[in-house]
Each structure stands twice: as structure tokens, then as C-alpha cells.
């Protein structure tokens, strides 16, 4: 069934074709073309020492198989990377994807993702947009500087982020009510 295989896209012409779909409800971000988002699925505890341990994430206090997905702005899933131990963060599981991001896509395109997932790697800045963090000084920095119209094109941006990340919390949402769903149904 090829439609139903989870695979990046090879042509410049689909690469394109997302960023298209994006800018037509974000005309800020050109060359966004989709979304990133991990998603930890809740295990019951292991009997093994060993597996419990990687499962558990003390940040929240349970136990956890991570994940990360990359969506389409058409809904399809580009990649996913899957159950990689619950302890681990959202960046370490997507490990694989920066090689994808880095080596397998067009410059000018660029995954919408949030903070958990770094830009700061050597050549991943212009690969992950991110909204701005709360205490985030550029915006101050612009202001004091008097670059204004900067500052406004820097907001817009992180606007039209803020925005786009929706399609990602919801697409995780949605998947994972459907996967309760299916497991409900066959009990």
C-alpha cells in the first residue's frame, strides 16, 4: 500500500508543495514545510529492572515509551521515530531526523518545532524555527537598538509560529486519542 508508507519527501517539487500549504495560512514563514512534535505513550511498569528504569521519566513520575513525528501540513507522517526509552528528551530521540534536516532537504526549508528541539547545532539554526522563549532578549536587544521595524518582522514571525505549532499538538492529540479509541474498541 504506497500511500500508506511514512517516508520524506525526494522532489523539490513536494518539499514546495508543503511550504505552499503553510505559507498559505503563515505568509511569514516561507519555506516551513512541517511540523515536529515528540510524544511520550504511557507503558505499564516492566518487571525488569533495566526496562523500568529507561521507561520512567522523573520529570513527570511515570513510565513512558518516547517518541517524535513529523507531519505534513496535509496530515501524512514524513517520519517517525519510535520507542526510544521514556527518559530520554524529545531531541535525543529525533537524533536521526538532523541528519534528514541536514543532508536530505533543499536549503530554505525548515521544520516548525517547539523549544524542545535544539537550533543552536552546527547547521541546524536554519533547519528548526522555534517560537521565542518567555525571557527570550532579542526582542529587547531589537528594541534597544531602535531596530523597530526588525523587532515587528521578529514578532510577526513568532506570531505566525506560536500559530503553526497548533497543527503539531493537535496532530499528536489526535493520534493519540485514536490509538485509545482502537484499544478501547477491541476489549
Known amino acids: ?3 500508506g508508507r511514512i517516508e520524506w519527501p525526494k522532489t523539490p517539487a513536494k ?3 508543503y511550504a505552499e500549504l503553510i505559507a498559505a495560512c503563515h505568509p511569514s514563514l516561507h519555506g516551513a514545510f512541517y511540523f515536529i512534535d515528540g510524544v511520550k505513550i504511557p507503558v505499564a511498569e516492566s518487571l525488569d529492572e533495566d526496562t523500568q528504569n529507561s521507561q520512567y521519566n522523573g520529570w513527570t513520575c511515570s513510565h513512558y515509551c518516547s517518541s517524535v513525528f513529523v507531519f505534513a501540513p496535509d496530515g501524512a507522517i514524513l517520519c517517525a521515530l519510535l520507542n526510544a526509552p521514556g527518559n530520554w ?4 530521540v529525533a ?3 538532523y541528519g534528514k534536516l541536514l543532508n ?9 518545532a517547539d523549544s524542545a528541539f535544539p537550533r543552536s547545532r552546527r547547521g541546524l539554526s536554519s533547519r528548526i524555527k522555534t517560537p521565542l522563549k518567555k525571557r527570550s532578549r ?3 536587544i531589537l528594541r534597544e537598538q531602535g531596530l523597530l521595524d526588525e523587532l515587528e518582522v521578529l514578532l510577526e514571525i ?6 503553526a505549532r497548533q497543527a503539531a499538538e493537535w496532530g499528536i492529540f489526535t493520534w493519540i486519542v485514536c490509538k485509545a479509541q482502537i484499544a478501547s474498541a477491541c476489549r
Open 138 to 140: 532579542q526582542p529587547r
Open 15 to 17: 518539499f514546495a508543495y
Open 104 to 112: 536530505k532537504t533543499p536549503e530554505g526549508y525548515f521544520a516548525i
Open 1 to 3: 500500500m504506497p500511500e
Open 95 to 97: 537524533q536521526d531526523l
Open 158 to 163: 513568532n506570531r505566525e509560529l506560536v500559530s
Open 89 to 92: 528528551h524529545d531531541a535525543a
